[in-house]
């Protein structure tokens, strides 16, 4: 139980050009999701709460228009990367909330060319 | 400031031994702990959690212990294997939200 999913597995895209990244819960509701993003060898940094049917909430540093959340449904949430730059190439990944416990997806790899 | 720490330089121990972690925190009230690894380019597994009311806390060959005096948790892991090599994080929650605040990680390698 508590399976996360996040698609694409993996994305190449061209400098400037906007990339979305779904997170579901296959097999539970989760009101609460989390986006992180992690460089190598680095732990998770958490970018934003994302609660279903409200506005997401962004940590400090996080630009909340370059990083769009939308969190339309208890088992959907999405990331979008606004005019991606090579900068934001990085290892995206998501986890929902099954109690106090957060369960992650296997993560997006984006490479900004 | 707030810190959690994690040894960051690798733990190599041979197989069958127990391996122990350490994550020490400071400026923290956590109301529980977790454990989760994380093999390279994989998102993380949940493996454990501890609550502030609780001193250890098993699950098969999986052992974590919680001193909020010593602000301090130990993860064992005995009978070590090979397939246990990967990085192991720990994870602070205060109750705010579900949210948690990462330590750095400690790489494990069970060597035969």
């Known amino acids: 139980g508590a399976v996360v999913s996040q698609h694409p597995s993996w994305v190449i895209c061209k400098s400037g050009t906007s990339v979305k990244i779904e997170c579901r819960s296959l097999?539970?509701?989760?009101?609460?999701m989390f986006w992180y993003r992690q460089f190598p060898k680095q732990s998770l940094m958490l970018m934003a709460t994302?609660?279903?049917?409200?506005?997401?909430?962004?940590e400090q540093g996080v630009e909340k228009d370059k990083f769009l959340i939308n969190h339309a449904s208890l088992t959907l949430s999405t990331l979008t990367v606004t005019s991606a730059h090579p900068e934001d190439s990085s290892f995206y990944i998501c986890?929902?909330?099954?109690?106090?416990?957060?369960?992650f997806g296997p993560g997006t790899r984006l490479l900004v060319l | 400031s707030q810190k959690i720490e994690q040894n960051s330089e690798a733990l190599n121990i041979q197989e069958g031994k127990t391996a122990t972690l350490t994550c020490n925190y400071t400026?923290?009230?956590?109301?529980?702990l977790q454990w989760y690894r994380q093999d390279p380019g994989r998102g993380p597994v949940f493996l454990l959690l501890?609550?502030?009311?609780?001193k250890e806390k098993r699950k098969e060959r999986l052992k974590v212990t919680f001193d909020t005096t010593l602000k301090q948790s130990l993860f064992h892991i005995t009978a070590s294997q090979p397939a246990d090599s990967a990085t192991y994080l720990c994870?602070?929650?205060?109750?705010?939200?579900?949210?948690?605040?990462f330590g750095t990680g400690t790489r494990l390698q069970v060597t035969l």
């Open positions: 986890s929902a909330t099954l109690q106090e416990t957060q369960y």
């Open positions: 400026n923290y009230s956590p109301a529980y």
């Open positions: 994302s609660n279903e049917g409200s506005k997401a909430t962004y």
């Open positions: 994870a602070l929650g205060t109750g705010t939200a579900s949210k948690l605040t």
């Open positions: 501890i609550r502030e009311n609780e």
């Open positions: 097999d539970f509701q989760a009101t609460t």
